[in-house]
């Protein structure tokens, strides 16, 4: 290959990749995100959480701060330069638990808003296409779901699955009570999409259906579906977090945020051990915080009437 053609090449792979960076930049979208103070706060939350879980999944030891560390580190010892969120019941470091406890709440909570964002997805696209009976068996169905409490139906559910699958049986739970959510969000994103003409056309052409909902209805359904994600995924933090406080999620000794918050308040906060229910409890909050704050922001970036429709 010629030096001129190398440099034909390589300056048009330069001018692509400027071209998406520009284009990325000069999204509306984006602009108006990025200016959104709060939205930015949400994302530096968000982004320091992530770290912190990472961090703790490749450098702290689990099985060391599970166990017992009594005989070597002091028994309730208040935060101090050695202990900077003190130490429990069993003299573990709360540091390393309340960190690794990022990692639980991200792996759980992205697991949980994907299959519940993915089943109710398919069924509110596959109800608003098809409707007629396959709507009304689908949305009647979802609609018994959402008479019930979150918290209390996931409680019902959950106690279902069997005791040794842990945070999974929570996860699990939660999916199912979620669903809905998604289903009834997509659907009515759907069913505006589906009116266009360029859908008759399409199927006048001879498309298939999976190919129609595929590649040209989901698509156009991706704004309420972030946006619903985004929100969601505070709330399966806490709502995961909830169901370990009640006993119904992570084992004994797991560094849950929601089974620390129980210990603390059953064994510490009554007897003046404050800390124990504290710090967890401070970054559980601090991360629902910032997923609402981004969820906020990507909804009024993409559509402030949005407001409404995912409410």
């Not at 692509?16 to 108006?32: C, E, G, H, K, W």
């Not at 089943?119 to 009304?136: E, P, Q, R």
């Not at 008479?147 to 739970?173: C, H, K, Q, T, Y």
């Not at 040209?216 to 933090?237: E, K, M, W, Y």
Request: charged letters at 15%.
């Amino acid at each position: 290959m010629s030096t001129d053609t190398k440099t034909t090449t390589q300056t048009t792979v330069d001018a692509n990749q400027r071209s998406l960076i520009d284009r990325f930049t000069a999204s509306p979208f984006v602009s108006r995100l990025l200016s959104n103070r709060l939205a930015l706060a949400g994302i530096a939350i968000i982004v320091a959480m992530v770290l912190i879980a990472i961090y703790a999944r490749l450098f702290v030891d689990l099985e060391v701060i599970t166990q017992s560390q009594l005989g070597t580190n002091p028994n309730r010892a208040a935060p101090s330069l050695e202990f900077p969120f003190g130490t429990d019941g069993q003299a573990r470091d709360l540091v390393p638990r309340v960190a690794y406890g990022a990692w639980y709440a991200m792996l759980f909570g992205t697991v949980t808003v994907a299959a519940s964002t993915t089943l109710g997805v398919s069924l509110g696209i596959i109800a608003a296409y098809y409707s007629d009976v396959t709507d009304n068996v689908i949305m009647r169905t979802m609609d018994v779901l959402l008479a019930f409490p979150s918290l209390l139906l996931a409680l019902a559910l959950v106690a279902i699955f069997p005791d040794d699958l842990g945070l999974w049986r929570a996860v699990a739970a939660l999916t199912l009570v979620y669903t809905p959510r998604f289903a009834r969000v997509v659907r009515g994103a759907a069913l505006t999409v589906l009116e266009n003409e360029y859908i008759d056309a399409t199927v006048a052409l001879g498309a298939a259906d999976p190919r129609v909902l595929a590649r040209h209805v989901l698509p156009n359904c991706l704004a309420p579906i972030t946006v619903q994600s985004t929100l969601n995924f505070g709330l399966a933090i806490i709502d995961l977090a909830a169901l370990s406080f009640l006993g119904f999620g992570a084992e004994a000794g797991t560094p849950s945020w929601g089974l620390m918050l129980s210990n603390g308040v059953s064994q510490g906060l009554l007897t003046g051990v404050w800390w124990w229910s504290f710090f967890p409890g401070f970054f559980l909050a601090l991360t629902v915080l910032g997923f609402n704050l981004l969820g906020d922001g990507m909804r009024d970036a993409l559509d402030p009437r949005m407001r409404e429709a995912v409410d």
